[in-house]
C-alpha cells in the first residue's frame, strides 16, 4: 500500500482527496508543472472595458488579451502549510527575450473539506473560496467572500467567477471567467495542458 504524503492540500481534502482525479491528486500531492497555451477573451462594449481592467488587476498585459492566445504555464507548490500557484502567461522566462507576465497565489486553507475553504491572496485582493468536486474528480472553486485592502465586498458588486479544472484524457483542461449581471460575459481565459514535470 502507498503512503499519500502530507501537505496543506491532502491534508484539507482529507479522505476526499481519493476523489480528486488520480491526476489532479498527483498534481496537488507532489506539485509540478503544467503547459500549453490559453486562449484570451474579453467581452464587448463596457463589458470588455471592465473584462480588461479584470485582467490588468490580475497582471496580464494588453499585448497579450489583443493576440487572444499565448503559451501558459502553472507551477504547483506547498510549503508554509500553504499551496501555491505561479502562472506565467506568455514567453518562458528562461528566455532572454521574456515577455511574460507571471501572476502568483498563495491559498491558505481554513478547516477542512465540506466545512473549510480556502484563502487566495493576490496583492490586495483577498478571497475566500471553497471547492466543490464533479463526478469525474474535477475541482471547481465557490466563491464565498471577497476582500480589498482587508474590506468586506459584497458579492452583489464583485464580479462573477468560474473556476475549474478538469481531466480529459492526459490533459488538464481549465477556465477561469468572470461576468457581471446586466453587463453579461466580461474576460475567461482557459486552456488544455499537460505536465511538463
Known amino acids: 500500500m502507498s503512503v499519500i504524503q502530507e501537505n496543506s492540500t ?4 482529507g479522505a476526499q482527496f481519493t476523489a480528486l482525479h ?3 491528486q498527483s498534481l496537488h500531492r507532489d506539485g509540478g508543472i503544467l503547459r500549453g497555451q490559453v486562449e484570451l477573451k474579453v467581452g464587448k462594449g463596457a463589458a ?3 473584462g480588461r481592467r479584470i485582467a490588468k488587476s490580475m497582471g496580464i498585459p494588453a499585448h497579450l488579451i489583443t493576440a487572444g492566445r499565448c503559451d501558459f504555464s502553472l507551477e504547483v507548490s506547498h510549503r508554509d502549510q500553504s499551496m501555491f500557484w505561479c502562472r506565467t502567461f506568455g514567453a518562458d522566462l528562461r528566455s532572454a527575450n521574456n515577455a511574460a507576465s507571471v501572476v502568483e497565489s498563495r491559498f491558505k486553507p ?3 473539506f465540506q466545512t473549510g475553504y480556502w484563502i487566495e491572496q493576490h496583492g490586495h485582493l483577498r478571497l475566500h473560496l471553497a471547492v466543490e468536486l464533479d463526478q469525474q474528480g474535477g475541482w471547481q472553486w ?3 467572500r471577497v476582500f480589498w485592502f482587508g474590506l ?3 458579492l452583489a458588486v ?3 467567477l468560474v473556476a475549474k479544472k478538469t481531466i480529459g ?3 488538464y483542461l481549465f477556465q477561469v471567467a468572470f461576468s457581471y449581471p446586466l453587463l453579461g460575459f466580461l474576460f475567461s481565459y482557459s486552456g488544455r495542458l499537460r505536465r511538463a514535470r
Open 158 to 160: 464583485f464580479p462573477r
Open 169 to 171: 484524457g492526459d490533459n
Open 48 to 50: 470588455g472595458w471592465l
Open 10 to 13: 491532502v491534508t484539507w481534502f
Open 152 to 154: 468586506p465586498i459584497p
Open 110 to 112: 481554513v478547516n477542512h
Open 142 to 144: 465557490r466563491l464565498l
Open 22 to 24: 488520480p491526476l489532479l
